[in-house]
């Protein structure tokens, strides 16, 4: 079982950076498979980024190039370092810890964008 806990939300002006941290308790943290998603208002939660338990990365077009996924499993921590935020990408944070059958879903972080 793995519990994630995500932080660092809050409201920014457009141009503005946050980092989002998401802390996971459980054993064996290096195994899994992270990744970020995004829901607005409305519409469909969507994947923002995600990092393999080797460590390859991938992210939607909308934020290449601005937001940056990284993990630290001596912390069981991964991150989503927001740069150059626009007031679309306003939305519910969620964490995901997957491997295999296993998949774990955070409770969400809010993130505003203010223009």
């Known amino acids: 079982q793995v519990q994630l806990v995500e932080s660092g939300g809050g409201l920014v002006q457009a141009g503005g950076s946050l980092r989002l941290s998401c802390a996971a308790s459980?054993?064996?943290?290096?195994?899994?498979?992270m990744g970020w998603y995004r829901q607005a208002p409305g519409k469909q939660r969507e994947l923002v980024a995600a990092?393999?338990?080797?460590?390859?990365?991938n992210y939607a077009d909308s934020v290449k190039g601005r937001f940056t996924i990284s993990r630290d499993n001596a912390k069981s921590t991964v991150y989503l370092q927001l740069d150059s935020l626009k007031p679309e990408d306003t939305a519910v944070y969620y964490c995901?810890?997957?491997?295999?059958?296993?998949?774990?879903w955070g409770q969400g972080t809010q993130v505003t964008v203010s223009s």
């Open positions: 995901r810890a997957q491997r295999g059958a296993y998949d774990y």
């Open positions: 459980g054993s064996r943290f290096s195994i899994y498979a």
């Open positions: 990092i393999s338990s080797g460590g390859s990365t």
